[in-house]
């Protein structure tokens, strides 16, 4: 007998967020729980604003669901960083120069790097991907990370910036920064989400000569 209680809230929200959208279906399959088990726990995260669902017609059989997180739901999923909004404010207000964003970019990935450096550690550019990976589950900011091609890779499943991103893509820029100065590695944002990818993805950039940064172990 399927157990109703193997999957939690987030563990769905996680594999609509990864996977979806998804019907009924292919939850009950991916979980081996009963159809009334996720039909009633999607019921309910509708009820909290946090899944939508799609009509899809399609042949000659009945129109069918497709089940996908809602705009609440990927808000909250990154939405964990109140330290960088104070940053943000004391920077922005000590520019001079507001022609000059690429100064300000610097000063808030300096700025960012100060508050968390000390958390990233390793002797290859994979162990401390795995540190900062560490670093943003604790904040409930979900990130992988893998080797493709010999080279490792940095997945970030969950925006923490994402209102900010959808306003400008200037913190995207931050970003990178911020990790190529916390993995030591110059790093460039290969996938990105406001491209229409699913994740953000960061590897190291191979063009240009990188600067060792001080690693702790």
Known sequence: ???????????????????GPLAISDIVQHFA??????????LRLMGEGLVDRELVR????????MYLPSPKARELAGNNFADLSAVLWQEVLGVEDARRPQRVVRRIADALKALY???VRGT???????????????????SDVDTHDGVPTF?????PYLDLADVDRTIC?????????LLGDEVMLSHCRLDGHSCCQFVPNKKRTTRKAPITV
């Open 1 to 19: 007998m399927a157990n109703e209680n193997a999957t939690t809230d987030a563990d769905l929200l996680n594999l609509l967020a990864d996977s």
């Open 33 to 42: 729980v009963t159809r009334t088990a996720v039909h009633q726990r999607l």
């Open 58 to 65: 399609g042949g000659r059989g009945r129109p069918s669901y």
């Open 117 to 119: 450096a000390d958390a």
């Open 124 to 142: 290859t550019l994979k162990t401390r991907m795995e540190s900062l990976r560490e670093l943003l589950q604790k904040r409930r900011v979900r």
């Open 155 to 159: 997945t970030l499943r969950d925006c």
């Open 173 to 181: 820029q931050v970003e990178t920064m911020l990790f190529s100065q």
